[in-house]
């Protein structure tokens, strides 16, 4: 097998025609920049520079890496999805390169025979209420929205149904009070969101469910399934953790739960007119992660030990996980792990639908890049 790539850093400064600077952004398509793929001497493949965060984001049924990349000029900082083949050809824009798109994280593209789910969120910004002054509790979701995208591309996002999804509820509050009084702002952060911060990863999903419409997806705490064909109808709790993955036949979920969980207070000092108030930010975190395979039919668990990321391996009884240095493999039946070289530092880890090809990303000075490696069976 030829192993050619195509890496995506940077989006051309294309405007539809008769648009102009001044005017908003339209759903007009872009084309990635071409560049050609390096072959590193451990035998890993390079899909991206590492000039520009990227990270995997899964396959598609024809076996194409999709990956996220940023940094748009002239439009500023944002996030496209892109696909490489891991045989030959060339990258190929997916349907998360809108315009309109720009503006958020973008998640992940799941793709299941004629079905697409477009998944973007926007994380929560911290919120100071003013001290002296009274306010209710005001929530900070994240603005987690799926995309129920046509098997095409061309229809504006403005145009496509979506699922709009409330995740990681955050409650800041303000107490009454005169200057120097102590105001409370409760910020509630999920394990998940700290992921994010530190690796770009994707704890949402989301996958699709063989055989019908339904798609499943983490909210940063639980894991729902809902449908796509009806938006309107609401999503059915699955488990409580993050990470979701789909067997191939659809029939086991895997996913990781935070472990250990507790929180930290930080003080802070805030000017409030001629005096200052005192805030208090409470955050849970964990202190790691527990990777568990559940039954969809039984409702059965295995909890499967220490991990992140899983991926079930579309040919073997075997889960593809994000260990504490290496990416791992985990035998369903017995519990043995073993370790894939070259993966040290890896994360963000997906298997091809056809078992040939790992991907995964690994952060080298801070940017993570983008790598394929055949896998050995």
Request: glycine fraction near 10%; proline fraction near 11%; charged fraction near 20%.
């Amino acid at each position: 097998m030829r192993f050619r790539a195509r890496q995506a850093l940077y989006l051309g400064a294309l405007l539809a025609a008769g648009t102009s600077a001044c005017q908003p952004p339209s759903d007009v398509l872009v084309e990635p920049e071409k560049y050609a793929p390096a072959m590193e001497p451990d035998g890993r493949f390079r899909v991206t520079s590492g000039v520009t965060p990227a990270e995997p984001r899964g396959f598609t049924p024809d076996d194409r890496l999709v990956f996220r990349t940023r940094d748009l000029p002239p439009f500023g900082s944002g996030w496209v999805l892109v696909s490489v083949p891991t045989d030959s050809g060339y990258v190929r824009e997916e349907a998360a390169v809108y315009r309109q798109a720009l503006v958020d994280e973008v998640g992940a593209l799941a793709q299941l025979d004629d079905r697409r789910v477009l998944a973007t969120w926007k994380e929560p910004v911290a919120l100071v209420q003013g001290c002296p002054e009274p306010a209710p509790p005001v929530p900070v979701p994240v603005a987690f929205t799926l995309y129920a995208l046509p098997p095409q591309d061309g229809p504006a996002l403005s145009n496509i149904p979506t699922r709009f999804v409330s995740a990681g509820v955050t409650a800041p509050r303000s107490e009454p009070g005169p200057p120097n009084a102590v105001g409370n702002v409760r910020v509630r952060a999920t394990p998940a969101a700290r992921e994010i911060t530190a690796r770009g990863g994707n704890p949402y999903g989301p996958v699709l469910v063989p055989g019908g419409h339904d798609v499943i997806y983490a909210d940063g705490e639980r894991i729902w399934q809902a449908s796509m064909a009806d938006t309107s109808q609401p999503a059915t709790f699955v488990a409580a953790g993050a990470y979701p993955a789909l067997s191939a036949g659809g029939g086991q979920l895997a996913y990781a739960r935070p472990v250990g969980v507790d929180s930290t207070v930080e003080v802070i000092i805030v000017p409030a007119g001629l005096g200052v108030c005192v805030q208090e930010h409470v955050e849970i975190t964990a202190t790691g992660w527990e990777v568990i395979v559940r039954d969809l039919s039984t409702g059965t668990e295995q909890i499967l030990g220490e991990g992140l990321e899983p991926a079930f391996d579309p040919l073997s009884a075997r889960l593809l996980v994000r260990g504490p240095s290496e990416l791992e493999w985990i035998a369903l039946a017995t519990g043995m792990r073993t370790s894939i070289r070259p993966t040290t530092n890896a994360f963000a880890p997906f298997t091809a639908l056809n078992g040939s090809i790992l991907a995964f990303a690994v952060a080298e000075g801070g940017v993570p890049s983008v790598y394929f490696l055949p896998i050995q069976r």
